[in-house]
């Protein structure tokens, strides 16, 4: 479910095993999951996708997808290990979204969805009914530099909205059931300077110095929720800590903050220097024991840890 998250592309690893990373490199084990069912029809009409941007799957087995292309959104029940079609939410009139990328279901069915170029964060009923809409907060500490755009987006137990802005490297918005600016939390960090780049601090003239400008901060890609309202992030194009476990005050809890990359032939950086590539995680799910399902679009594979 996780692909539909953003285009990767796949890899060629044996489709007989999975495997194990370790100080050895990759080691084969015996096949854990393995493709059961491939949907290529949708809705009533067996219609098909038309760049899907978002899936949501909530503790019912209720699976949501922003067929963004086709303005609209799909639900369907999993439940019994079975794939029914219940409706379709039209995106049009007062629903009609501009570049939709986020999408979040709550326990009674309720919708929302990250508007981007609407600036707005739109929330539908159960019965596809327009509720209402979260827009810029009014605030003195929001950074109004950046453009509200919202890109992806997670609720957590008290009904505050986490939004992930395009652009936008403050961390997370937070806003309120009344629109209300609650501050920012999890920002992200710059990356330590390679060898490469302190050498060229020290040895390049002021002019090359600014002209190689100010190096920027990596953006987080997704956010999902677990049980015990602690949030998961992943962060793309980061050499370090591309996976993140937040406590509700922001603080970081996950046990690696080191380069989680993984090259496509398996191996770890360490013992595969040659074949070097940087994870770009773009969405994560986690179950109730913590295991967190990541995709990487560097290499196609949905990695656990």
Same mark, same amino acid.
Request: glycine share 10%.
């Given at each position: 479910a996780l692909i539909l998250a953003d285009p990767v592309r796949?890899? &060629?690893?044996? #489709?007989?095993?999975n495997f194990v990373v370790t100080s050895e490199g990759r080691i084969q084990i015996p096949l854990t999951y393995s493709t059961e069912v491939v949907?290529?029809?949708?809705a009533e009409d067996n219609s098909t996708l038309n760049f899907a941007s978002d899936i949501y799957i909530d503790s019912n087995d209720q699976m949501y997808i922003l067929d963004n292309g086709n303005s609209r959104v799909l639900k369907y029940d999993l439940a019994g290990g079975k794939q029914i079609f219940i409706r379709s939410y039209e995106l049009s009139g007062k629903l009609a979204c501009k570049n939709p990328n986020g999408l979040f279901a709550d326990m009674d069915g309720d919708i929302y969805i &990250?508007?981007?170029?609407?600036?707005?964060i739109l929330h539908i009923g159960e019965n596809g009914e327009y509720v209402e809409e979260f827009i810029q907060p009014e605030s003195g500490l929001y950074d109004q530099d950046i453009p509200f755009? #919202?890109?992806? /987006?997670?609720?957590?137990s008290l009904g505050q909205i986490y939004v992930l802005n395009f652009e936008d490297d403050?961390?997370?918005?937070?806003i309120d059931a009344y629109n209300e600016f609650r501050g920012y939390t999890a920002p992200t960090t710059v990356d330590a300077d390679t060898l490469g780049e302190k050498l060229v601090k020290i040895f390049a003239t002021k002019e090359q110095r600014d002209k190689i400008g100010k190096k920027n901060r990596p953006m987080h890609s997704n956010i999902t929720f677990a049980e015990d309202n602690t949030f998961y992030v992943t962060t793309a194009r980061a050499r370090n &800590?591309? /996976?993140k476990k937040y406590t509700s005050v922001g603080v970081n809890i996950y046990p690696r903050t080191g380069d989680f990359s993984v090259s496509a032939d398996g191996?770890?950086?360490a013992a595969s220097a040659s074949a070097e590539t940087e994870s770009e995680f773009v969405d994560v799910c986690v179950d109730a024991d913590g295991n967190a399902s990541v /995709?990487?679009?560097?290499t196609g594979y949905v990695t656990q840890y």
């Open positions: 796949i890899s &060629a690893a044996d #489709p007989f095993y949907m290529k029809g949708f &990250a508007d981007t170029d609407n600036g707005r755009r #919202p890109y992806k /987006l997670g609720i957590d403050n961390g997370f918005i937070i &800590a591309q /996976l191996n770890d950086r /995709l990487d679009r560097t």
